[in-house]
């Protein structure tokens, strides 16, 4: 028997004026993006913002369907938006907010799982860390790559074995 343990590191902030300028402006993004998305069920809104290797910002946010299962995250909106428009641009950084009851949240809302598998997709493709910012009005996550946030993930060898 081999015992393994998975770190995943995560640094925390009070104040977004702890975050580098750039980091900054894909929360600004991220925010402005939430305030437009589609989420007439939940009453959710989700907001991602990416940061593009080539300097683009790309938002997103989530799409709801009266067909529940039809509707999308933010996350997944922002980063299929940025790889089909820039399939060969790597992607430095995403930022996510959400919005409830007229507020963006208090704490930092984290990424379903579906929608971190799409953007280890990405990293993988790019072969380049995505650096995760998760905001909240009173505290901001970072964590400095996706596959620390999905340990054990699957990935395209798999389907080879
Ligand atoms: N949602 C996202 O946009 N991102 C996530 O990572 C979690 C959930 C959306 C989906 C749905 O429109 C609403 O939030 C409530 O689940």
């Not at 593009?52 to 933010?74: F, T």
């Not at 984290?110 to 650096?131: A, D, H, M, W, Y």
């Not at 505290?139 to 620390?148: D, G, L």
């Amino acid at each position: 028997m081999k015992k393994t343990q998975i770190i995943t590191t995560v640094f925390e902030y009070n104040s977004i004026d702890e975050l580098s300028l750039e980091e900054q402006e894909l929360v600004r993004n991220a925010k402005e993006a939430a305030l437009r998305s589609y989420s007439p069920y939940s009453k959710f809104s989700v907001g991602a913002a990416i940061l593009l290797e080539n300097k683009d910002i790309i938002q997103g946010n989530n799409q709801e369907n009266s067909a529940y299962p039809s509707g999308l995250c933010a996350e997944r909106v922002a980063m299929f938006y940025a790889n089909s428009k820039y399939p060969d641009v790597p992607v430095k950084t995403i930022a996510i907010t959400a919005r409830t009851n007229g507020q963006f949240s208090e704490n930092p809302i984290p990424p379903c799982g579906s929608c971190r598998q799409v953007l280890l997709e990405t990293e993988e493709r790019f072969n380049q860390p995505i650096k995760l910012i998760l905001f909240g009005e009173k505290k901001i996550k970072i964590v400095k790559t996706i596959k620390e946030m999905l340990p054990l993930y699957f990935e395209k060898e798999m389907l080879d074995e």
